[in-house]
């Protein structure tokens, strides 16, 4: 039987992936809006470079949920060596479902003591909450509507997906403050989404806008 593979390439660092789609057809996104769940680019997939069936999915998500927690993380750890990266995305398919709410950010807690890099985009309310405590966590919380994004803006970064353009805006202390997606984000338009999140690391931009207490390490 071969070794349960949790991490795949994502953006140019380390993504976890879970099933996409509703409860009841296998997925993992309780939260997403009907809009997102008709118009989600991680129902194919979602990397340039390698497509990731249902099956690897499914295997990660019951290994985070189920296996000891200093298992998970000692997983996650030397995956992420072997893929030789110093950020770890959260939710490049699916999303945290209410019930792993507490087991996920605990998981996240262990991590950001080892000083590994998190972000990632989320629905999931609670949890966005409890990540906005972690250090090292940037971690966005996945919403449509405008006026909701700006005023709860005020507790950390709120981004609103454009699903016409394929970009998400991002939103922080009630105003909107840039974009990414396949063209990049701002005056990094010109480098392509597989360097995006180690180059946005590097710049402070987007989910990394605010590193002032984290590492000022280079990825």
Wanted: aromatic share 10%; net charge neutral.
């Amino acid at each position: 039987m071969s070794e349960t593979k949790i991490l795949h390439i994502f953006s140019g660092v380390a993504g976890v992936f879970f099933p996409a789609g509703k409860l009841e057809d296998g997925g993992t996104c309780e939260f997403a809006s009907c809009e997102c769940l008709e118009k989600c680019a991680a129902f194919s997939n979602a990397t340039n470079k390698n497509k990731i069936g249902y099956q690897p999915k499914y295997e990660a998500l019951e290994f985070i949920t189920k296996q000891p927690i200093f298992v998970v993380c000692n997983k996650i750890l030397e995956e992420m060596s072997r893929l030789e990266s110093r950020i770890l995305y959260w939710f490049a398919a699916g999303d945290c479902m209410r019930r792993h709410t507490q087991r996920i950010a605990s998981i996240m807690r262990h991590l950001s003591l080892e000083g590994v890099i998190q972000c990632g985009f989320t629905r999931n309310r609670t949890l966005w909450g409890i990540a906005s405590e972690i250090s090292g966590l940037h971690l966005a919380l996945t919403i449509e509507d405008e006026e909701a994004a700006k005023k709860l803006s005020n507790e950390g970064i709120v981004v609103i997906p454009d699903y016409e353009s394929e970009k998400i805006l991002f939103y922080f202390n009630t105003r909107h403050y840039g974009s990414c997606g396949v063209k990049g984000y701002n005056d990094l338009s010109e480098l392509s989404i597989g360097d995006s999140c180690k180059d946005c690391y590097k710049n402070r931009l987007g989910c990394f806008a605010r590193t002032e207490k984290d590492s000022k390490k280079d990825v």
